[in-house]
């Protein structure tokens, strides 16, 4: 199993980005998958979550951030709209699939003027 994360930059305030998360070794539709975020000394945070029952965002993001999944390409998105300064860290995608969880190796997201 493996998860590659893409799609993370610097972005002004107010801007948008969409972080992908390339999974291989399984297929995302048999997963539960989430997109975590982490910044220096503090601990990693649920941001966005899909499984088979729907989908859920935390309280800082919702309404500004969704999770999608594309089982063509077996990839999970990340869609970050009206970012904030605050949203600044490294995201990662994680995946629980057979009783064990994967994480990848994270992307930087910068939001600043």
């Known amino acids: 199993v493996e998860l590659v994360e893409s799609g993370g930059g610097l972005v002004q305030p107010g801007g948008s980005l969409r972080l992908s998360c390339a999974a291989s070794?399984?297929?995302?539709?048999?997963?539960?998958l989430s997109w975590y975020r982490q910044t220096p000394g503090k601990e990693r945070e649920l941001v966005a979550r899909?499984?088979?029952?729907?989908?859920t965002t935390n309280n800082d993001t919702s309404g500004r951030f969704s999770i999608s999944r594309d089982i063509a390409t077996n990839t999970v998105y990340l869609q970050m709209n009206s970012l904030k300064p605050e949203d600044t860290a490294k995201y990662y995608c994680?995946?629980?699939?057979?009783?064990?969880?994967?994480w990848g190796q994270g992307t930087q997201v910068t939001v600043s003027s």
């Open positions: 899909i499984t088979r029952a729907g989908t």
């Open positions: 994680n995946a629980d699939y057979q009783w064990l969880t994967y």
């Open positions: 070794g399984f297929t995302v539709s048999r997963a539960a």
